[in-house]
């Protein structure tokens, strides 16, 4: 089998974990353990549908950096549910799965898949650096649009795309986002600029919707060359000229948000899947025990015992 590299958005997944699971799942202690299982079964059909020889869970060191505040101020604002003057901002989330998520470390640390976050960036920025940066093919689980901008036939990234559910995944090529979106991988990132996204507090630049964007795209290539376009005049409507030249301030600054980082000095790991030895063995089976992760580790052990094998 050939090497391949598996990436985990790990928030995206968890956060479906918890939302999928029932929440009386829970460890002899009482505590819940849903999205804890949840992730751990979500891992074992993604190993076994895709066969990756390594793994890497991504995380979020900080889920909203300053600098892309700075910015753009609104960036991610209505998922803030405590301003800390040094350090990131506490995110909204539920209760229940802020307590399972040092778990989730538990229990991905006992099984032997890294975890690799970066101070003062997003996952997205960590698997940006890896997805560029890696010898192997690539594939990117995630349910986040942004990280389309990373999918390359000619490297052969993809993204698998979680949004439908883990029954109805998608494999994302450079033929899929041109069929839906009208612009190449390499231009989604412009793309996303102008059409804004609300779920991140991107205001895009009004008046222009997905079409608009990907016209404009089709015409001038990037958003340089709509820019340079807008200021000439003749090349577009004079609607879409005085759009762009209001959108001027955000237009500056967007890009810089909305595009992963791709060269982050990221510490070396070992990434590839390995069956447990006797005492990795042991001990996962003694956390499951004391987690109540029940067979979703037996299930996770199993998956990654075959493909250390292949």
């Keep these: 089998m050939a090497d391949r590299l598996m990436l985990l958005d790990s928030a995206s997944l968890y956060f479906r974990a918890f939302y999928g699971v029932p929440d009386t799942v829970k460890a002899p202690d009482g505590s819940p353990v849903n999205a804890v299982r949840g ?18 869970a991504c995380w979020d060191d900080d889920w909203r950096p300053q600098w892309r505040v700075d910015l ?21 989330v539920p209760d229940p799965l802020e307590v399972q998520v040092p778990v989730i470390r538990e229990a ?41 901008q990373l999918v390359n036939d000619d490297r052969d990234v993809r993204v698998i795309y979680t949004a439908r559910g883990m029954s109805n995944l998608e494999v ?8 839906k979106y009208g612009v190449l991988p390499s231009q989604y990132a412009d793309y996303a600029t102008l059409r804004g996204d609300a779920s991140d507090g991107l205001p895009g630049v009004a008046g222009v919707g997905e079409k ?11 958003l340089a060359g709509i820019i340079a ?20 301030d955000y237009l500056e600054v967007a890009p810089t948000v909305v595009a992963v980082v791709r060269d982050l000095a990221l510490p070396e790991v070992d990434a590839r899947l390995r069956a447990l030895g006797d005492t990795e063995r042991q001990d996962a089976a ?13 299930r996770i052990v199993a998956a990654i015992d075959k493909a250390g094998a292949a």
């Design 39 to 56: 992730f751990l079964d979500i891992i074992t059909k993604l190993i076994t549908l895709y066969e990756p020889t390594h793994l890497v």
């Design 72 to 92: 753009i101020p609104t960036y991610k604002t209505h998922r803030v549910a405590e301003v800390i003057e040094v350090g990131p901002d506490v995110e909204v």
């Design 108 to 148: 991905l640390a006992a099984v032997g898949i890294p975890i690799v976050g970066a101070a003062e960036h997003e996952a997205d920025d960590v698997i940006g650096t890896l997805a560029t940066t890696s010898a192997l093919p690539v594939d990117v689980i995630t349910g986040d649009r942004d990280l389309f």
């Design 172 to 179: 994302v090529t450079d033929a899929v986002v041109v069929k």
């Design 212 to 222: 608009t964007a990907a016209t404009l795209l089709a015409a001038h290539g990037d």
């Design 229 to 248: 376009a807008a200021e000439a005049g003749g090349a577009m409507s004079a609607g879409v000229r005085s759009k762009i030249a209001a959108a001027s």
């Design 286 to 298: 003694a956390l499951a025990e004391r987690r109540g992760l029940g067979s979703a580790m037996d």
